[in-house]
Nanobody, 125 residues
Framework: QVQLVESGGGLVQAGGSLRLSCAASGRTFSTYAMGWFRQAPGKEREFVAAIKWSGGSAYNEDSVKGRFIISRDNTKNTMYLEMNSLKPEDTAVYYC??????????????????WGQGTQVTVSS
């Protein structure tokens, strides 16, 4: 079992920045891949970024590449998402997730086994 708790969401103006955190507990943090997803009202959950246990990462190239940075601190059992140059279209509930599957950098909802409860990010224009 893995428990995930997101924090750091809030209201920010367009062009601003936020840093989300995801604290994990349960199984050894450094042994599994982690990811961030987001879901806007009326839309499907969307892949944002993923990071493998050793730090290699992947991003949704179309929507966040060059603006968001995913990282993890295995000593603190915590994953982060640094979000810069935020746009109104980034408004969504952001979820962190843990994957114990075979994919090195999983990018699909079905690749993930555990989910946090989500944190709201709202970007005003």
């Amino acid at each position: 079992q893995v428990q995930l708790v997101e924090s750091g969401g809030g209201l920010v103006q367009a062009g601003g920045s936020l840093r989300l955190s995801c604290a994990a507990s349960g199984r050894t943090f450094s042994t599994y891949a982690m990811g961030w997803f987001r879901q806007a009202p009326g839309k499907e959950r969307e892949f944002v970024a993923a990071i493998k246990w050793s730090g290699g990462s992947a991003y949704n190239e179309d929507s966040v590449k060059g603006r968001f940075i995913i990282s993890r601190d295995n000593t603190k059992n915590t994953m982060y998402l640094e979000m810069n140059s935020l746009k109104p279209e980034d408004t969504a509930v952001y979820y962190c997730a843990a994957s114990f599957g075979r994919a090195v950098l999983p990018g699909r909802v079905v690749d993930y086994d555990y989910w946090g409860q989500g944190t709201q990010v709202t970007v005003s224009s």
